[in-house]
C-alpha cells in the first residue's frame, strides 16, 4: 500500500530537499523504515541510539496522534498520509531577564 510521508522543512536537507515521499507500508513503522532506508541520514533525527522515535519527534496519521493509537505499529492504508512533527523548544523568558545583555538606557 503506497502512504505519503511529509518531510518536515528542517529535515527536508537530509532528504533530497524532498517535501514528501511515497512508500509502500502496512503500518507506521514499515513506512519511517523505508523513508530511513532511502534516505539514511533521517534516521538519526528521527530515532534514538536504542531504535525507539525521539521523544521529541511527533507523528501523525491523517491528523491522527500516534501516540493515542498503536504508536509506530498504527496500521496504514493506501491514501493515507503520515505526517512527521519534530517539537518546537523555546518560549517566553522570565520577566525582568528579556536580554542576557545590559541595555543601554
Known amino acids: 500500500m503506497a502512504v505519503k510521508v ?6 527536508r536537507a537530509y532528504a533530497d530537499k524532498r517535501e514528501s515521499i511515497e512508500v ?6 514499515e513506512a519511517l523504515a523505508a523513508l530511513t532506508t532511502q534516505f539514511g541520514d533521517l534516521k538519526k533525527h528521527l530515532f534514538a541510539e536504542d531504535g525507539k522515535l ?16 498503536q504508536r509506530d505499529q498504527t496500521s496504514v492504508k493506501a491514501g ?11 518560549g ?3 520577566r525582568g531577564r528579556v536580554f542576557p545583555w545590559p541595555r543601554k538606557r
Open 92 to 94: 517566553a523568558p522570565k
Open 80 to 90: 493515507d498520509t503520515i505526517s512527521i512533527v519534530p517539537s518546537i523548544a523555546g
Open 6 to 11: 511529509i518531510i518536515p522543512t528542517p529535515l
Open 54 to 69: 525521539r521523544s521529541f519527534v511527533n507523528v501523525y496519521v491523517n491528523d491522527e496522534d500516534i501516540r493515542y493509537l
Open 24 to 29: 509502500q507500508a502496512a503500518t507506521v513503522a
